[in-house]
Structure formats: C-alpha cells, structure tokens
C-alpha cells in the first residue's frame, strides 16, 4: 500500500510562488509514474503534471506550462510542484498521485492552494 502526504499549500497573492511536496511512503515510489491533480470548486478534477520514474519525461497542462515545474527525488521518496506566477486560477486543491501501472491508483488527501487577485 502507498500512503501519499501532500504539503506546502497555502494563500498567496497573484504573482507569487508556491513549492508543493508530496512525501511517499510504502510501495516502490522509484518505479511509479508520479502526477499532480487539482481540483477547483464547482470543476472536475484534472491533472496539472506528470513525471515519469526517472525523471525523463514530463507532461504539463497547458494552462501551467512555463509557470509550473515537476520533480522528483526516488531517493527521498519525495515529489515536488514548483509553481511560479501563480494566478488566482490556479486556486484548487491539488493532490498528489502515484501510477503504479496504467492509472493513477494511490492519492493524498490533498493541499489547499489559494492565489488572492
């Protein structure tokens, strides 16, 4: 079983910068395909980022291109979002999930991120 701790959300004002880590426990986190979701009130769920197990490929959703980095470091079990010139909306909870084969199985409880205009 894979446990998944999001941290590092927050409010800050529109221009701002937030590091979103998600801390992996259990599991084999250094095979995994690892993403970020988001979720705003009233939307659906959609995924902002992906990375793959060794870093090599990533995949970002338009709208965060340019603004937001994904990393990880398979040594500390650790993922990260670097999200820069954040926009109010990019206000959503974002989760943290972990891809052990063809679909993103194991989630976090989520972080609030707030971006004030």
């Known amino acids: 079983q894979v446990q998944l701790v999001e941290s590092g959300g927050g409010l800050v004002q529109a221009g701002g910068s937030l590091r979103l880590s998600c801390a992996a426990s259990g599991g084999t986190f250094s095979t995994y395909t690892m993403g970020w979701f988001r979720q705003a009130p009233g939307k659906e769920r959609e995924i902002v980022s992906y990375i793959t197990w060794s870093g090599e490929s990533t995949y970002y959703v338009g709208s965060v291109k340019g603004r937001f980095t994904i990393s990880r470091d398979n040594a500390k079990k650790m993922l990260y979002l670097q999200m820069n010139r954040l926009q109010p909306e990019d206000t959503a909870v974002y989760y943290c999930?972990?891809?052990?084969?063809?679909?993103?199985?194991?989630w976090g409880q989520g972080t609030q991120v707030t971006v004030s205009s």
């Open positions: 999930a972990a891809r052990p084969s063809a679909r993103f199985d194991y």
